[in-house]
Structures are given as structure tokens and as C-alpha cells.
């Protein structure tokens, strides 16, 4: 008889979400899915709003990954202003977000993902959490408590406080930098920088220890999308858009912003609240692709800062042939590199001459009726898109999160995981444990990553007090 083995919650992700497992009466795992629960409805509830609210609306997707929304939404103003900011603002929004990327990497890699590579697939629940990594590795836990308050104090530095800054605006940026605050965040970044080297040195060591992992944890070939520099450097906050395909081979590239509808369609399922986004020209569900650190990495041609750029070429050893690296395992791997490269890209930023510049922010009425704004979250793509009337008022909005991105290629790999761990008849706390590690190799951010295309399906259950279901609506 057939039987269906439910993961709920997943445990040390961002947001709500289940797994679901579907068994053949042998044991075997038939189908696997990955369902997120949660229901919100930015795209709806922010029409009829001035765009210029739409940073500060769209922030409160998040409160992991704030910057990256303010920044994405901001891009999108910056295109109803017809604009192009000043030199400085744009260096300073790079800043921002590159603390982000610290931040938001170091909770990942530190917090959630380290108890299962220091204490074991097999360790008690219990103390398989960031207090049991405190037992264990105390100076490794210290390190990544130390590590995310340098991103966040960078961010509060330069937006008055760490979750839900305002001071990324249309146009720029709404205050220079004082030298004050360049110098005090220049103060951090070497201790930061050793915090990741020492970290990244410890993780290369571990490695050998989950070769099996490596080859089992989603490997399916995909696509890998990215905004890349325009001389094909590592970028974050602007660029243009690469695909790579599983071979390596360049298929799209230097790709504008404003053109990601060429090659981004979305689709949407019965079993999730998560769209799912492909490559357009591939059609769906075959158009699967993977956005964030791995892909970053496997579109970049180099990061351009020294440390950064040795770890690289390390990491593109990780695989015997020369194409890109397609475990997603070794999203690990790659959060750490770009650890190490934001923390350069800020030291050399904060270097240059213009840096204290007064001159930040452009201003202009709406001069368009449609704003595209894209840049890289820590997981990965994310793009605001806006429509306006004549009054600058919001008539239609799409988020692409960068979670959505992956929502295909997260599917496909807690299958592989479940195919080659999971076994139906003798169950045990360390398969279980495998499947939903696969997902926070993702490091998925949920609650961004809810959003409406189309009508989506809805069950509404009204249930007495002690949880008996009195009636029930459903919409297709």
C-alpha cells in the first residue's frame, strides 16, 4: 500500500514549508515535493500606491534580506525616474549590499547548515542547532556571531539601523558618507576578513567527509542565471544578465535588465504558494535553472579581488571536468567564497577618492509608466517590476524572488536526495534529516518568496475550539 512520509515543519529555514513524500508499495520514494504554505499578496495590495512607497512596502516582504528588496525596488524607481545615479550613490548602495550578502551568508552558513556538518546527520534533534555548534565549536560559533554583527552593524552604519533601513531612496541614496562612518566601518572589515579566511580554510577541510553528499545533493544539470559585471566579474547590485548552460557554455549574455521577460516565464502548481519561474526559451518544466552563490560563481569569469579570486579558482577544482560545478551541496562552499570577496570589494570601494562625495542622489519626476529594477540577493536574482499611471500611482506589480528562481531545481533535488537515502520500509532520523538539508543548501528565504501570478488555488477551513473542521471553502 502506498504511503505518503510529510516533513513538517522544515526545520531551520526562513519561512514555513512542508516536504512531502510519495512511496511506492515497495518502499520506494515515487514523488517528492516541496510546498510552501504561507499565502501573501504584495503584488495585490501595493497597487494603487505612490511608487515612491513601494521600497519601504516592498522591505516588509523581508526581515532577513530587507536591503535586497529596498535595493531592487529602488533600481525599479530609478527607472520610472528615467535616471542614471551618481557614481558615488551607486558605490554606496554597493556597500550596503555587500554587508547584506555577510549578514545574510554567515546566518546561513553559521546558524542553520554548520550543526548538520559539524554534529552529524545522525546527531539528537535536540542539539543538532546552533547551541549544540556553541558546545562543540565554540570559537567557530563566536566567529559566525561576530561575523553577521559586523554585516549588520555596516548596515545600520550607513541606514540608521539594521533591519528595514530607508536610506537607499530613488535617485540614490538619501545621505553621503561621512568620514566618520567610512572609518569606523573600515575598522571591522579586517577582522571580518580573517573570521572568513579561517572559516573557509576549516570548511575545505571538512569536505572529504561528505564526498557522498556532494555527489547526491541535487547534480541534475540546469541552467545557471546571474547578473555578471560587464567585463564578467562577480556583481551583486548592477550588471547584466548571464545564462550558462551545464556545460559551460555561454547562452545568453549581456542581457539588460529590462529584458529578463525574454527570458524568465512563470509558471504556478496546485501543491505550493511559490512560483515557478524557468528559462523561457526552453518552455516549462524543462527550462530549469539555478540562481544564487553557485551560479554566481559558475557564471563568473573572476571575482576581482585577490583572496576572493584564489578561493575561486579552488572551487572550480571541486569537479574533475572543466564544466560548472552542479552539486548543490557546495552552495556552502560558495557562500563563503563570497564572503571573502565582499569583504574585499568593501575595503577597495571604501578606498577610492570619491567615496565622501555629496553628491548622491538624482532627482526627477516619474518620466516612465513601466520600471524594471534587478540585483543579486544573497540567494540569489531578484527583480521588482512596476507599472504606473499618470498619477505615479501602482497599477501592476511582479516580484521575482530569488528562492522562486530555485523553487524548480529545489524539487528535482529533495527527490535525488530522497531516491538515494530514503527508504520506506526502515525509516530513520538521518535520511529524513538528509532531505531537508538539501534545501538549506538552498538557503531559501519563504517568506519573500510567497507571491501571486494569476489566481492561485486557496482552501479556507473554519475550525472550532478543539480543532474539528465546521466548514470549508475551496477555490481552484
Known sequence: MSRTITIEPVTRIEGHARISLQLADTGEVED????????????????????????????????????????????????????TIPPTAEKLRQIMNLGQIVQSHALSFFHLSSPDLLLGWEADPKTRNVFG????????????????????TIIEILGGKKIHPTW??????????????????????????????????????LLPKFKHEAE???????????????????????????????????????VPPRDYKR????????????????????????????????????NADSCGTPYADVALAEFRTLQEDSGPITSSFHYHYARLVEIIFAIE??????????????????????????GIGVSEAPRGTLMHHYKIDDHGLITWVDLIIATGHNNLAMNRSIKQVADTYVDGNKLNESMLNRVEAVIRCYDPCLSCASHAFGQMP???????????????????
Open 32 to 83: 517528492a515535493k516541496f510546498h510552501l504554505t504561507q499565502f501573501r499578496g504584495f503584488e495585490k495590495f501595493c497597487e494603487g500606491r505612490p511608487y515612491r512607497e513601494m521600497p519601504a512596502l516592498t522591505a516588509r516582504t523581508c526581515g532577513i534580506c530587507p536591503v535586497s528588496h529596498l535595493l531592487a525596488s529602488n533600481k525599479a524607481c530609478d527607472d520610472l525616474l528615467a535616471v
Open 133 to 152: 555548534v556553541m558546545q562543540q565549536e565554540p570559537e567557530l560559533a563566536r566567529d559566525g556571531i561576530r561575523l553577521r554583527q559586523i554585516g549588520q
Open 168 to 205: 537607499v531612496v530613488p535617485g540614490g541614496v538619501s545621505e553621503a558618507l561621512s568620514e566618520e562612518k567610512r572609518d569606523a566601518i573600515q575598522a571591522m572589515l579586517p577582522d571580518a576578513l580573517e573570521i572568513a579566511k579561517r572559516t573557509y580554510a576549516s570548511f575545505k577541510s
Open 216 to 254: 547526491s545533493f541535487g547534480t541534475m544539470p540546469t541552467l545557471f542565471l546571474s547578473l555578471v559585471s560587464e567585463t564578467g566579474q562577480l556583481e551583486h547590485t548592477t550588471g547584466l544578465l548571464r545564462v550558462k548552460d551545464a556545460k559551460g557554455r555561454i547562452i545568453e549574455d549581456k
Open 263 to 298: 527570458l524568465i516565464g512563470e509558471a504556478v502548481e496546485d501543491f505550493s504558494y511559490m512560483k515557478f519561474p524557468y528559462y523561457r526559451p526552453m518552455g516549462y518544466p524543462r527550462g530549469i535553472y539555478r540562481v544564487g552563490p553557485l551560479a554566481r560563481l559558475n
Open 345 to 370: 570589494r568593501m575595503q577597495r570601494i571604501l578606498k577610492e577618492p570619491d567615496i565622501l562625495d555629496h553628491r548622491v542622489r538624482a532627482h526627477a519626476r516619474g518620466n516612465r509608466y513601466e
Open 458 to 476: 486557496l482552501v479556507i477551513e473554519l475550525t472550532d475550539p478543539a480543532g474539528k473542521v465546521v466548514d470549508r471553502l475551496v477555490r481552484d
